[in-house]
């Protein structure tokens, strides 16, 4: 695979975790470089590991993860997306004076959701007959692409959150409840 097939498929593969880093930068008002910084890395580790999943997955059991992970996919985006949804309309907790910063598991999920794209990614690469140098190579672009990608969003939703910080968590919750939808639709009318 040629160096700027990986470079458009890294950032193919990156653009929900942007989506989803520039809701939660909107929403983030304490250690914003720090958690940036700890947004880009969960979502950069878990988006390089799993396009190498999908390949494994490819070689080991072809039709096995093509046929629910637009299931998975919707699953996971729709259930964070509601919840960031529902987020501005929660009401505050007694002695709750600032936003916490979103738990590890949470962060988590949400990468496992908007991944789930590039292990489907990486199990159509098992297809093509793709080794484990090229598989690997486009593990690390998609990784460190979603980093940057990740720590930009935050950014910009840094600035955007000061002055839309609620309404930007609603549209980010929107965003990924479309992302996953758009998924299952794509896979149900494709099938």
Known sequence: MSPVAVLLLSASMSVDAFAVAVGRGATETRGRLTEALRTGLVFGIVEAITPLLGWLAGIAAAGWVASFDHWLAFALLAAVGLHMIYGPFRPDEPGEAAPKKASLLILIVTALGTSVDAMAVGLSLAFIDLDLRGILAVSLGVGITTFVFAVIGMSL?????????KIAEVIAGLVLFAIGSVILWEHLVGA
């Not at 840094?158 to 910080?165: L, P």
């Open 157 to 165: 939703g840094n600035v955007i959150g000061s002055r839309f910080g």
